[in-house]
Each structure stands twice: as C-alpha cells, then as structure tokens.
T-cell receptor, first 115, second 114 residues
Framework: KQEVTQIPAALSVPEGENLVLNCSFT??????LQWFRQDPGKGLTSLLL?????REQTSGRLNASLDKSSGRSTLYIAASQPGDSATYLC??????????????FGQGTILTVHP | DAMVIQNPRYQVTQFGKPVTLSCSQT?????MYWYQQKSSQAPKLLFH???????NEADTPDNFQSRRPNTSFCFLDIRSPGLGDAAMYLC?????????????FGPGTRLTVT
C-alpha cells in the first residue's frame, strides 16, 4: 500500500525567503508525481507534474525534483510572497492493476508567508 | 476553456436526507474520479469510472453511490448522510491511456450536514 508523507506539516517564513517542501513515498513504482496547491475551503490547483522518467520540472518560481529510487520529491519555492500562503499537497500516481491507477496524497504542508 | 465543473459549490443537507453532487467536464476525458476530503486531511479516493466501468474503493461505505450517464457527467449520491460525511468532495478527470495520466480537479463541493 502506497503511503505519502510530507514534512514539515506547517511552515511559516518571512516574505522573500527561499523554501523547500519535502515529500516521501513508500512504493517507488510510481508513474508520476504531482504537486498541488489548495487555498482554504477551495479545490486543488495543479502546480507541477513530474513523470517517473524525469528528474525535475520548473514553473516560474517553483521547481520540483524527483528521486524515484529513494522515494523522495522536493518542491522549491524561490522568493516567497504572501500570496504563496496555502496548503501544498504532494500526490503520487501508481498505474496498473484493474483500477487503472490511483493517486495517493500526502497530508500537506501548510505554508504561511508573512510580510 | 476546457474544465471540470462541480455544482453546487456549497451544499447543506439534513441528517439522513439524500443528496446528489454533480460533476461535469469539457475535457472529453474517459476517467472520472470522486474524492472525499475531510478537514485538515488528505483527499481520499471513493471511486472512479473508466468509461462506463465503475471501480469502487474497498473501504468506501455503501452509503456512497455514483452514476455516470454519459462521458461528460458524473454524480455522487449520498443515500443517508451522517454528520461524519461533512467534507469537501472533489471531482477529477484524466485520460487513460496517456503519456502523463495527469488528473484535473474541479473546484469542489463543500457539504454540510445538519
């Protein structure tokens, strides 16, 4: 059974800092890994998707890396802004079997960026 | 823009009164998923449809049912909502097989049970 863990559970930083969010997973036979952002009371916004054959993906100030063999991913946020405050969720997709694959989520990291 | 739409965004129902949540998509994806997310918890997969093929997660209560009348629409029916069913319900879609298997999420429906 796939298990996804995110560390830290919460993070508070001053505006302008660079920060790293961590995600680990127990079953390395993943097809892809997605990072999502969730604002309070809202749905999920996909930030980055990394295929299992890739090592990293970048979008603006965000950079996500994947080390599939060790079961780890990091999300790097450069020059953080108050608007980055949200919960960040990591999810891994395991394909195969009769259920056409399953996305397993971590519990999330609650990020607060204060001015 | 192609998207995943959920209606209503907020739903209040009474204990034991059946409720239906709706999801529609313009992406023409063949897989549609329903997730339940309780406060401060990770989203949990309830079930999904691959075309018309229904796939239930082993631990999804019988109280939760789903219908997919066509490619674009999928419904979540809660037959007798309990207080413990108050949550955000998220619909997602993907195309299978595909290069990425990326899932696209709707904005969610927040269900309150009184």
């Amino acid at each position: 059974k796939q298990e996804v863990t995110q560390i830290p559970a919460a993070l508070s930083v001053p505006e302008g800092e660079n920060l790293v969010l961590n995600c680990s997973f127990t079953d390395s036979a993943i097809y892809n890994l997605q990072w999502f952002r969730q604002d309070p009371g809202k749905g999920l916004t996909s930030l980055l998707l990394i295929q299992s054959s890739q090592r990293e993906q970048t979008s603006g100030r965000l950079n996500a890396s994947l080390d599939k063999s060790s079961g780890r991913s990091t999300l790097y946020i450069a020059a953080s802004q108050p608007g980055d405050s949200a919960t960040y969720l990591c999810a891994v997709f395991n394909a195969g079997g009769t259920s056409y694959g399953k996305l397993t989520f971590g519990q999330g990291t609650i990020l607060t960026v204060h001015p | 823009d192609a998207m995943v739409i959920q209606n209503p965004r907020y739903q209040v129902t009474q204990f034991g009164k059946p409720v239906t949540l709706s999801c529609s998509q313009t992406l023409n994806h063949n897989v549609m998923y329903w997730y339940q997310q309780k406060s401060s918890q990770a989203p949990k997969l309830l079930f999904h449809y691959y075309d018309k093929d229904f796939n239930n997660e082993a631990d999804t209560p019988d109280n939760f049912q789903s219908r997919r009348p066509n490619t674009s629409f999928c419904f979540l029916d809660i037959r007798s909502p309990g207080l413990g069913d108050a949550a955000m319900y998220l619909c997602a879609t993907s195309r299978v097989p595909a290069a990425s298997y990326e899932q696209y999420f709707g904005p969610g429906t927040r269900l309150t049970v009184t």
